[in-house]
């Protein structure tokens, strides 16, 4: 199947920093991109929809100015984390469909943010 | 209103027994597909079947089958010979509007399944 690719898989900030996390397509084009935020043991809760070359559609409750995305080409999706807090620290995963496909979504490994 | 229902926060089984996890749906497209994954500790999602409001027949991927009942909105995965390393988080989900471009995974609450020897 093909491949997503999400970078770091681990980061330790501090508080008011910021962080980026990418989201690589490596062997498609993929021209939507989906962001997520996990809670330990909870669901998968989509934070927006980033489409290339165009604005990030974020969902209720999603605080577009803390949660910067990037869709600058369409093999790269990036998510910053804009002065970072402790309760920012979460599980983030990205995923994308291949064009045209109607099955599978692939996923990146996931990002564990800890904000000390 | 909940469009992805996972009742079942915990399951437990014995190795080589089988093991049904529940999940039901809510939508009104009539094009939409059903997917469930599975989470190791590790966090990665892994796919593990996919089915279509339009097929007929249930998926069955190896281990792994659904049971759609389309009138009942449900889409059971049924693991057949559970094995340790089934020891996971599973979720459920749907993608609406099937053929349109863009459209995210919705999750349910997912549930823990515990394999043991």
């Known amino acids: 199947g093909a491949v997503v690719s999400q970078h770091p898989s681990r980061v330790i900030c501090k508080s008011g920093t910021s962080v980026k996390i990418e989201c690589r397509s490596l062997d498609f084009q993929a021209t939507t991109m989906f962001w997520y935020r996990q809670f330990p043991k909870q669901s998968l809760m989509l934070m927006a929809t980033s489409n290339e070359g165009s604005k990030a559609t974020y969902e209720q409750g999603v605080e577009k100015d803390k949660f910067l995305i990037n869709h600058a080409s369409l093999t790269l999706s990036t998510l910053t984390v804009t002065s970072a807090h402790p309760e920012d620290s979460s599980f983030y995963i990205c995923s994308a469909i291949e064009p045209g496909g109607d099955t599978e979504a692939f996923f990146g490994q996931g990002t564990r943010l800890t904000v000390v | ?117």
């Open chain 2, 1 to 117: 209103a909940q469009k992805i229902t996972q009742t079942q926060p915990g399951m437990f089984v014995q190795e080589k027994e089988a093991v049904t996890l529940d999940c039901t749906y809510d939508t009104s497209d009539q094009s939409y597909g059903l997917f469930w994954y599975k989470q190791p500790s590790s966090g990665e999602m892994i796919f593990l079947i996919y089915q279509g409001s339009y097929d007929e027949q249930n998926a069955t991927e190896g281990r792994y089958s659904l049971n759609f009942q389309k009138a009942r909105k449900s889409a059971n995965l049924v693991i057949s010979a559970s094995q340790l390393g089934d020891s996971a988080m599973y979720f459920c989900a749907m993608r609406e509007g099937l053929y349109q471009a863009g459209t995210a995974l919705i999750f349910g609450k997912g549930t823990t399944l515990s394999v043991s020897s």
